[in-house]
C-alpha cells in the first residue's frame, strides 16, 4: 500500500467503504484557528454517522507552557476516542472543512497514539458535497469503542530535540508558517516573532492547495527536496502550535519520510522560555 492510499481516501470510495457491511470509524474534526469549535458546522450537516470530535478539547491537552496544541493526556485520549466509538485495529477516517489542518492534526494523534488504520478524507468535507453525496443532520450514537492509546507510534521532538536538529549539518528543520513570521516581520498570536535558529522556511501553501489537497507524491518529494530535505538525513516540522506542522508530517509521509518528526509544542512552545535564542530574517 503506498503513503497516498495508507493516508487519505476520496470521496467517493469513502462512500462505498461507508455502505459496506463494517465501515470505518468516520470523525469529524472541523476546526478553526480563530473562532468557535466546528460543532456547529457538524450540527448543520455531517458525513452520515460521523462524529464530531473537538480538536482542541479532545485531541490536544490544554494550552500552556508546553505549547498551544499540546500532546493530550493519553488516558484524557484513549476516553475520547472509545466514546467516538474508535475500535482497536478498526479503519478511522477524519475530515474537515477542507484546509486539512484538524484532519492532519487528528491524523497526526491517532498515529502518535498507536492506531494506524487512520487516513484523511482528501479535501474535507466540501469535496464530500462536491460529489453529490448525501449530508446527514442525525445525532449518531456509536458503540463504545475499544482502542487502547499507547503513545510513540510516531516521532517527537521537543524544544531541544528541535534545537539539536535544526542546528545539525545533515538535517533539516521545516518552519511551515508565512514567510513574514518566519522572518519576524510579523507575529498575529505569539509574543515573540522569529524562528527557530537554524530553522527552513517552507510555507504551508506551497506544498498543500487552500482545499486542503496535496499534489503527487513525487511533487511533494521535489517542493521538500529544493528546501533541503535529504532523502537519507532527518526532518522535522513545526509551525505556530502544532496544526499546520502536523500536516507537513502528513505530506511528508505522501513524500515517502514515515520518520518525519513533529516539534508538537512548535513556536507556541519554543517562545514561552525567554532563555531560547530567537532568529529573526530571511
Not at 36 to 44: N, S, V
Not at 58 to 76: I, K, M, S, V
Request: glycine content about 14%; proline content about 10%; some cysteine.
Amino acid at each position: 500500500m503506498s503513503g497516498t492510499e495508507e493516508s487519505l481516501v476520496e470521496a467517493d470510495p469513502l462512500a462505498a467503504e461507508l455502505d459496506s457491511a463494517d465501515p470505518p470509524a468516520l470523525l469529524d474534526v472541523r476546526w478553526r484557528l480563530a473562532g468557535p469549535p466546528g460543532r456547529e458546522d457538524h450540527a448543520a450537516g455531517h458525513l452520515p454517522g460521523a462524529v464530531f470530535v473537538d480538536l482542541d478539547a479532545a485531541l490536544c491537552g490544554p494550552p500552556g507552557a508546553a505549547g498551544r496544541h499540546p500532546l493530550p493526556d493519553p488516558a484524557a485520549l484513549q476516553a475520547a476516542l472509545r466514546a467516538a466509538g474508535v475500535r482497536a485495529g478498526h479503519p478511522v477516517v477524519v475530515y474537515d472543512g477542507g484546509d486539512g489542518l484538524g484532519a492532519a492534526r487528528a491524523w497526526w494523534t491517532l498515529r502518535w497514539a498507536g492506531h494506524r488504520p487512520v487516513r484523511v478524507l482528501h479535501g474535507g468535507f466540501p469535496a464530500w458535497v462536491a460529489a453529490g453525496l448525501p449530508v446527514s443532520t442525525d445525532v449518531p450514537t456509536p458503540a463504545p469503542g475499544d482502542v487502547t492509546v499507547r503513545p510513540g507510534g510516531l516521532p517527537v521532538l521537543d524544544a531541544a530535540a528541535a534545537a539539536a536538529l535544526a542546528a545539525a549539518g545533515d538535517g533539516t528543520l521545516l518552519d511551515v508558517r508565512a514567510a513574514a513570521r518566519f522572518r519576524g516581520e510579523h507575529e498575529p498570536v505569539d509574543p515573540v516573532a522569529g524562528h527557530v535558529p537554524g530553522a527552513v522556511n517552507l510555507p504551508a501553501g506551497e506544498y498543500v492547495g487552500p482545499d486542503g489537497r496535496f499534489p503527487s507524491g513525487a511533487a511533494l518529494r521535489e517542493r521538500f527536496a529544493a528546501a533541503g530535505v535529504a532523502d537519507a538525513a532527518a526532518v522535522g516540522a513545526y509551525c505556530g502550535s502544532g496544526v499546520t506542522a502536523a500536516q507537513a508530517v502528513l505530506a511528508l509521509h505522501l513524500a515517502g519520510r514515515p520518520d518525519a518528526a513533529l516539534y508538537v509544542g512548535s513556536w507556541s512552545n519554543w517562545v514561552a522560555d525567554p532563555s531560547r535564542p530567537v532568529a529573526t530574517g530571511g
